[in-house]
C-alpha cells in the first residue's frame, strides 16, 4: 500500500526557514517523480517543486526559485523540501505527491504558516 507522510511544518517569521520531509512507504521514490504542492485558504493547489526520478534534475515555481530546494534521500526513502527566506505569501498547507502508473498519491500536508 503507497503511502507518503509529510511532517517538518510550523510556525516561522518571515526570513526563517523550514524543511518539510516526505516518507514514503510501499514504493520506491527513487524510481518515481516526487513533487511538493501547496495550497493556500480560497487558493488552488499548485505545484511548488518536482524531482525527476532518474539524475537530480529539478523544477520551480517561479514563487520559490532561489528559496526552496527540493532533494531526495533514496536510502531513506525520503524526499525533502528545504525552505529558505520564508515570506507570508509561502502560508499554506504543504503536501507531498507521487505518480505511480498513472496514479496520483498525496499526503495528508502539513501547514506552514508565516508570520509578517
Known amino acids: 500500500q503507497v503511502q507518503l507522510v509529510e511532517s517538518g511544518g510550523g510556525l516561522v517569521q518571515a526570513g526563517g526557514s523550514l524543511r518539510l520531509s516526505c516518507q514514503g512507504s510501499?514504493?520506491?521514490?527513487?524510481?518515481?517523480?516526487m513533487s511538493w504542492y501547496r495550497q493556500a485558504p480560497g487558493k488552488e493547489r499548485e505545484l511548488v517543486a518536482g524531482?525527476?526520478?532518474?539524475?537530480?534534475?529539478?523544477d520551480y515555481a517561479d514563487s520559490v526559485k532561489g528559496r526552496f530546494t527540493i532533494s531526495r534521500d533514496n536510502a531513506k526513502n525520503t524526499v525533502y523540501l528545504q525552505m529558505n527566506s520564508l515570506k507570508p505569501e509561502d502560508t499554506a498547507v504543504y503536501y507531498c505527491?507521487?505518480?505511480?502508473?498513472?496514479?496520483?498519491?498525496w499526503g495528508q500536508g502539513t501547514q506552514v504558516t508565516v508570520s509578517s
Open positions: 505527491h507521487a505518480q505511480i502508473v498513472l496514479h496520483d498519491y
Open positions: 524531482i525527476r526520478s532518474t539524475g537530480s534534475s529539478t
Open positions: 510501499g514504493f520506491t521514490i527513487s524510481r518515481y517523480r
